[in-house]
């Protein structure tokens, strides 16, 4: 079948729209009708060449969509069913079967390489060039191929124009508190960048019952909105002394735990520098940049651990009916980051999400669900 998909064509080229031909269904695959799909940092990466993946390409990985037909070994969807599109795992590796399945043993394969496990294409051109899949979902297109590992059904009061973007960004903030740091009760939590993957965070670590919940970034508008979503305290880092800030807010005992979401080198630094004693730092940001650390006084001597996890180290189908419901109960109003974009403003979209002036852009790819229910 034809569909519309945004593509990018070479590095640092905007998207264009091109009718592509979608592959035949494999047995294990689902065919989606993508409804609306937030744009996340990481497909900026790889559209700018922060991180490397075969172009051209479909990008897109923060997909909700309506099942339109199954393949044969298909056993848990159906027709009609409403579902949010997430990251693809094995389902038969030691991590997978641990619970585990972000730290799958073929996660990067699956997800990083552009196309099935198999090695075969899920788009093409018109004159037969092969277009690569991103994170086995390629949700800028009207219609995709998924396996069934990456969906996770939602009930059909469930409004699909909102909550795509808890297949990744949102749920990389929430996981990354609950699974990664595991904060105890009471305790103290630095969040650097107030963007989807921060604010997130935020919302979840006042979920969890810490105590010191402090925002940092440079835009005063953000803050504030970190502010009405449960931030204890601000920081402008740049207009602020974030070193005096930090002992000031913490007594100058550091914090306990600290995320970095910026992937701007200094800041990873400064997000090890801020914690206290036996502290933990998450740095989660997709990044070309590195950085440099003493292990003997950055690490050893305070006790302190830096520790890596991908996509919140989630159970996609557990985590995200979870944030549902914490959505509709109020604790985690993420409607309040989002701003609606039609498809063919994906450049627009883009452009807004880089330079800050949207925190969490959603693409509306098919304007006739709910047409009769306005958006936000």
Request: aromatic content about 6%; proline content about 4%.
């Given at each position: 079948?034809?569909v519309?998909?945004?593509?990018?064509?070479?590095?640092?080229?905007?998207?264009?729209?091109e009718k592509?031909?979608?592959a035949?269904?494999?047995?294990?695959?689902v065919?989606?009708?993508v409804?609306a799909t937030?744009?996340?940092?990481s497909?900026?990466a790889?559209?700018?060449?922060?991180?490397?993946f075969?172009?051209p390409?479909?990008?897109?990985?923060?997909?909700?969509g309506?099942?339109?037909?199954?393949?044969?070994?298909?056993?848990?969807?159906k027709?009609g069913?409403?579902?949010?599109?997430s990251?693809?795992?094995?389902?038969?590796?030691?991590n997978?079967?641990?619970?585990?399945?972000?730290?799958?043993?073929?996660?990067a394969?699956?997800?990083m390489f552009?196309?099935?496990e198999d090695?075969?294409?899920?788009?093409?051109?018109?004159?037969?060039t092969?277009?690569?899949?991103f994170?086995?979902?390629?949700s800028?297109?009207?219609h995709?191929?998924?396996?069934?590992?990456?969906l996770?059904?939602v009930?059909d009061?469930?409004?699909?124009?909102?909550?795509?973007?808890?297949?990744?960004?949102?749920?990389?903030?929430?996981g990354?508190?609950?699974n990664?740091?595991?904060?105890k009760?009471g305790?103290?939590?630095a969040?650097?960048g107030?963007g989807?993957?921060?604010?997130?965070?935020?919302?979840?670590?006042?979920?969890?019952g810490?105590?010191t919940?402090?925002?940092i970034?440079i835009?005063?508008?953000r803050?504030?909105?970190a502010?009405?979503?449960?931030?204890?305290?601000?920081?402008?880092?740049?207009t602020?002394?974030?070193?005096e800030?930090?002992?000031?807010?913490?007594?100058?005992?550091g914090?306990?735990?600290?995320?970095d979401?910026?992937?701007v080198?200094?800041?990873?630094?400064?997000?090890?520098?801020?914690l206290?004693?036996g502290g933990?730092?998450?740095?989660?940001?997709?990044?070309?940049?590195?950085?440099?650390?003493?292990?003997?006084?950055?690490?050893?001597?305070a006790n302190r651990?830096?520790i890596?996890?991908?996509?919140?180290?989630t159970?996609?189908q557990i985590a995200?009916?979870?944030?549902?419901?914490y959505?509709?109960?109020?604790?985690?109003?993420?409607?309040?980051?989002?701003?609606f974009?039609k498809f063919?403003?994906i450049?627009?979209?883009?452009?807004?999400?880089?330079?800050?002036?949207?925190?969490?852009?959603?693409?509306i790819?098919?304007e006739?669900?709910?047409?009769?229910?306005?958006?936000?």
């Open positions: 079948m034809k519309l998909a945004a593509v990018v064509n070479g590095i640092n080229e905007e998207y264009k729209f592509l031909s979608l035949e269904m494999q047995p294990d695959e065919l989606i009708k409804v937030g744009i996340c940092h497909d900026e790889l559209r700018v060449g922060d991180a490397a075969p172009l390409a479909v990008l897109g990985h923060e997909g909700a309506i099942v339109e037909q199954v393949g044969s070994a298909v056993k848990h969807f027709a069913d409403q579902v949010v599109m990251y693809k795992y094995c389902g038969h590796c030691t997978c079967r641990s619970g585990r399945p972000a730290s799958c043993d073929s996660w394969k699956l997800n552009g196309t099935r090695g075969t294409h899920t788009f093409f051109k018109e004159d037969g092969p277009v690569s899949n994170f086995s979902q390629s800028f297109a009207t995709t191929l998924v396996h069934e590992h990456n996770i059904k009930d009061a469930a409004d699909l124009r909102y909550i795509g973007p808890l297949g990744c960004g949102f749920l990389t903030g929430c990354t508190v609950v990664g740091l595991q904060p009760f305790s103290s939590i969040l650097f107030t989807a993957v921060g604010l997130g965070a935020l919302m979840t670590a006042k979920i969890e810490c105590k919940i402090i925002a970034d835009h005063d508008s803050l504030e909105l502010k009405e979503l449960g931030a204890t305290h601000t920081i402008n880092s740049k602020e002394n974030l070193g800030r930090m002992l000031e807010i913490t007594g100058g005992q914090v306990n735990y600290s995320i979401t910026t992937g080198a200094a800041v990873m630094k400064a997000a090890i520098d801020v206290g004693v933990i730092c998450a740095p989660v940001a997709v990044t070309p940049n590195s950085i440099e650390i003493s292990t003997l006084t950055d690490l050893v001597f651990k830096l890596g996890v991908l996509m919140g180290d159970v996609p995200i009916p979870q944030l549902i419901q959505h509709q109960s109020g604790q985690f109003p993420f409607e309040k980051l989002v701003k974009y063919e403003q450049n627009e979209a883009s452009a807004d999400s880089n330079n800050g002036s949207t925190i969490k852009p959603i693409l790819v098919d006739s669900y709910r047409a009769d229910e306005p958006l936000i």
